[in-house]
Each structure stands twice: as C-alpha cells, then as structure tokens.
C-alpha cells in the first residue's frame, strides 16, 4: 500500500501503475498493490491505525514525520527517526584513507541520512589531522563546528553547542570534536548518535574491534564511509527503509528482511511426554 504526499503523486501513480502491470503478467492478486489516492493527511492517521489490516508501516521522510507516524500508529512501524553518523579518527589511522572518507561521508550526498555529521578526531593526531581535513572540507565549502580543542588548533572554527551534537544537518556543516582515545569516542557515538551508521579509521586492529563492539549501531564501518548503509550497496535490491530498532529487522532493509518464519512440523503421530 503506496501512500505519499502531494508533490509525488502523479510518480507514485506511475510507479503503482508499472508494478500492478508487473504483477498481473506474475499472477499476484489484483489488489496486492495498492495506491491511496487521496492525500488527505487523515488518510494517514486512518491507516496506520488499521490493526488487523495492516501488518506494517514504513514511513519514508523527516524525523518530524516520522514520529508523528509513530506516535498515532497502532501497527508496528519499521523506522529510523535521524542519521546522526560520526566518523572516528583513531591515533593510528591512516590519513590518506581518513581524509578520503570524511570526504565522502560529509560531501558526497549531505542531504541523505547516511552522511556523516560529526567528525571526532583522537588528540594525538588531531594538531596534524584537523587542519588537513578542514582544509580539504573547506575547499568544498563545508561550515566546521568544533569544541574548544578543535577551535584552538584549526582558527576561525565556530563554536560547537550542546545541540550540534545531537544535530542531523543534512547540509555542508559538520561538528568536531577532539576526544581522549577510542572508548572516549564510543561513550560520544553512544550517547549522542542515533544508532544508524557509525565509522572508525584505524590501522590498530585493537581499537577497530573494540569500537565494532560497542558502538551500538545498526552500521559500523571499519576504514570505510559511513554512506554505503544502502540496501542496494549491500546487495538487498531495492531498498525499504533503514531501522535503528532492534526488532525485527535492523539496518537498511530489502524484500527478504521483511518476511517473518512459519514452521510447520510434519508428524507421525507423535506425541510430547
């Protein structure tokens, strides 16, 4: 069941037209797909409180809608409210990869949930470190907001704020910080990221495990950018949706993650005692 807003709906039209031609040349029932046609928003609030009907909901939007959704529905809804994605650069990364991928992370697609949007950076390599990428950052017009440390080693860095922390830009602006070592920067990821997707970039073989084991994200990356977390980037197909929950599908979801089991049990009259 399609159901999109006002300025997708001669697309959604179109994509539910192409599908149920697709399904009949298949022999899916005639209304396995279906469009609302209405965008009427209490449509929506009618629909996802078809319990019984409806066995799930995959709200695709702004966090605003999101919770909205989640907080009028009463079938479990498969959702991921912010990409709040970090990268670390731990002490003994290689910065050839690290500049490349806080590159990738931050600038490639800004507006997407699986872009970086807190770049935390070890103390040790942070007076080397932080002036290349702010440079390399810079030359593709990214704005920098950094902690005190970060602003005494790269000038003209503004402030970061208790709220940048917890801040899903979608733009060019990226926040900073300069952290104590590795598990420094698993208590920041778990306490102000949003369990999406999270990356390090270490050569130390020690402090990639120890970050791909506490950093409770649905997506950890080892030495690489946080946006492959795609379905069709890992070989999913079309993608759903992304889930930060833990039930029942996490991470970025296809066909196969939203089907469930069914066990049936053939017998020869035996009996449990």
């Not at 697609?109 to 007076?127: D, F, I, S, Y």
């Not at 920098?144 to 005494?152: N, P």
């Amino acid at each position: 069941i399609l159901r999109g807003g006002s300025e997708a709906l001669q697309s959604n039209r179109a994509i539910a037209e192409a599908l149920l031609v697709g399904g009949r040349k298949r022999g899916l029932p005639e209304h396995a797909i279906q469009l609302v046609q209405t965008t009427d928003r209490e449509a929506v609030r009618i629909l996802v409180q078809m319990e019984g009907k409806v066995d799930l909901i995959i709200p695709r939007g702004g966090e605003a809608l999101i919770r909205a959704v989640t907080d009028m529905a009463r079938v479990p809804v498969l959702k991921h409210y912010k990409g709040v994605c970090h990268t670390y650069v731990d002490e003994s990364a290689d910065f050839g990869k690290a500049l490349a991928i806080c590159e990738n992370a931050k600038c490639q697609r800004p507006g997407v949930c699986n872009a970086m949007e807190t770049l935390l950076v070890h103390q040790k390599v942070a007076p080397s470190f932080l002036p290349a990428v702010a440079r390399r950052l810079g030359a593709r017009e990214v704005e920098l907001r950094g902690d005190d440390a970060a602003q005494a080693i790269v000038p003209g860095i503004r402030p970061a704020t208790e709220d940048d922390w917890y801040t899903e830009y979608l733009d060019l602006v990226l926040a900073v910080r300069v952290v104590a070592d590795v598990q420094a920067a698993i208590d920041h990821i778990n306490t102000y990221g949003s369990h999406h997707s999270d990356a390090i970039v270490a050569e130390a073989e020690e402090a990639q495990s120890l970050f791909a084991q506490q950093v409770d994200s649905a997506t950890v990356y080892v030495n690489a950018s946080t946006r492959f977390t795609d379905g069709g980037e890992f070989g999913m197909g079309a993608e759903m949706g992304i889930s930060t929950d833990k039930l029942h599908a996490r991470g970025p979801v296809g066909v196969e993650e939203l089907t469930t089991y069914k066990y049936v049990i053939l017998g020869n009259g035996q009996i449990r005692e």
